[in-house]
């Protein structure tokens, strides 16, 4: 039987993104967006898996050093965690847009294997997101797309998914 997906984006979306450089780079930048956790947890209870998709421009350059990333990242998941919220993956592309990679949203690099080696849901999975290249990710994936605004609150209506 295929499985419910739920894609779901990271900075603006899921953890607050700050305005001035778009990094969460430090345990004091890390805010969980209102509702989140409680959403994740109705997604999970509907048969969602989740799966983080997130750009995270130049992680491992001087003005991104991995360790800036990690730190809040690993934090986010220790509090999902604490909170009964776990992700079936996470996929990070670290690089510039200019870099012109494979793998940075909107095309899916990050995700192909992925794909071919589960059975997807393409009709209920979904892709959550604040970004029109997160709608044009879940576009070249085939499936449904919730916008977000930048910085909200959690923002499906649950009841309404399958």
Not at 130 to 157: H, M, P, Y
Request: hydrophobic share 35%; aromatic share 12%; with cysteine.
């Amino acid at each position: 039987m295929a499985t419910k997906y739920a894609f779901i984006d990271r900075d603006g979306a899921t953890i607050y993104e700050p305005p001035d450089d778009f990094q969460i780079d430090s345990l004091e930048k890390l805010f969980i967006l209102p509702g989140v956790i409680q959403g994740f947890k109705k997604l999970i209870e509907k048969g969602y898996k989740l799966v983080m998709v997130t750009n995270q421009n130049g992680i491992g350059t001087p003005s991104f050093p991995t360790e800036d990333f990690l730190k809040p990242q690993n934090r986010m998941i220790e509090i999902f965690k604490e909170n009964g919220v776990e992700f079936e993956e996470i996929f990070v592309c670290p690089h510039f847009p200019e870099d012109n990679c494979s793998c940075r949203k909107p095309k899916t690099g990050l995700v192909d294997k992925f794909f071919e080696d589960n059975d997807i849901d393409l009709e209920n999975s979904f892709m959550y997101g604040d970004r029109d290249s997160d709608g044009e990710f879940a576009k070249n994936l085939g499936i449904k797309f919730f916008k977000v605004i930048t910085n909200g609150q959690f923002a499906i209506n649950i009841d309404q998914l399958n």
